[in-house]
């Protein structure tokens, strides 16, 4: 088939003009400075330029490291790329969010951020049914939309929020978030969450692209539909899985710290067709979530 405009180079425009790459690389669990520094090497020299990092990975100061060190070998500048970190579940509360903000920009030693996200709607200290968590959630987005406001981040989202989580939020203020960044694959996708994200200006960015951990044995990639589908295309099977979430208006952040993963991840240079992401879309019938689950939040 023919070569078509690489979905890999796609970037979303946000409503404040700010641009988000369509494809970043993710670093969850990558706590060993030299394999990261090592992929993102790769990644820069792949194409990447948005990098995802949060807190709790205790890696920010890492990929920070890894970032001034290797942009100028890439004839880049910090402009050139997008740096994604969160607030930690454990920091949920408008007196935390400063200090928090604080530490996470002093890790990655640069002066700003480019997105910052709440990682979980719950805090780490309470139960989950507990209702101070909605109060400790508007807490915390007033606090983020004034560090939004005073200009030391370029966007601000969430993570791991569902429709009722992002309702809230929008009662009580005038700014939405920009990003939701979610478990998003076709073995748990929620139609409801996309139409509203779609409806409300904010972005789905997915992580866990593939379905099942390491430590299951759901992986998408095994899945026959989706290796049937690859066969037709000449692609791999995680390819197919991050064109179907890259052709739905998904970002994603797919992680790897393998150099040939990491160049696949971001060459796309195919559209499946109608049939196949219909195809694609019967496995949502196992509707199975693999990772943290935030509809027990209160």
């Not at 990491?262 to 979530?289: M, T």
Request: charged share 20%.
């Amino acid at each position: 088939m023919a070569a078509k405009q690489n979905l890999g180079d796609l970037q979303f425009v946000f409503r404040n003009g700010v641009k988000m790459p369509a494809v970043g690389l993710g670093t969850y669990r990558v706590r060993d400075n030299e394999v990261l520094h090592r992929a993102i090497d790769y990644a820069l020299g792949a194409g990447y330029r948005l990098f995802d990092t949060a807190a709790v990975y205790h890696n920010e100061k890492f990929l920070g490291n890894a970032l001034r060190q290797l942009l100028p070998k890439h004839g880049l500048v910090r402009e050139d790329v997008f740096i994604t970190t969160k607030l930690s579940p454990s920091d949920l509360g408008g007196e935390f969010v400063q200090n928090a903000f604080e530490t996470s920009l002093q890790n990655l030693g640069f002066d700003y951020i480019d997105l910052y996200l709440i990682h979980f709607p719950g805090a780490a200290r309470i139960n989950a049914q507990n209702p101070r968590n909605a109060a400790l959630r508007v807490e915390t987005w007033d606090a983020f939309t004034k560090l939004y406001e005073q200009g030391k981040v370029k966007a601000i989202g969430v993570s791991n929020f569902t429709v009722k989580h992002l309702s809230q939020l929008a009662e009580g203020s005038n700014v939405l978030p920009m990003v939701n960044q979610v478990e998003w694959h076709p073995h748990y996708y929620q139609t409801d969450l996309l139409n509203y994200c779609e409806s409300n200006n904010i972005r789905l960015q997915a992580y866990c692209s593939f379905g099942g951990l390491a430590i299951s044995n759901n992986s998408l990639v095994d899945d026959p539909i989706i290796k049937d589908i690859s066969r037709t295309y000449q692609v791999t099977p995680a390819q197919v899985l991050l064109a179907w979430a890259i052709q739905k208006g998904v970002a994603v952040i797919p992680k790897s710290t393998n150099e040939h993963r990491i160049k696949e991840n971001i060459q796309i240079n195919f559209r499946l067709s109608q049939n196949d992401l219909s195809l694609i879309n019967s496995l949502g019938s196992i509707n199975c979530k693999y990772a943290w689950d935030p509809n027990p939040i209160a």
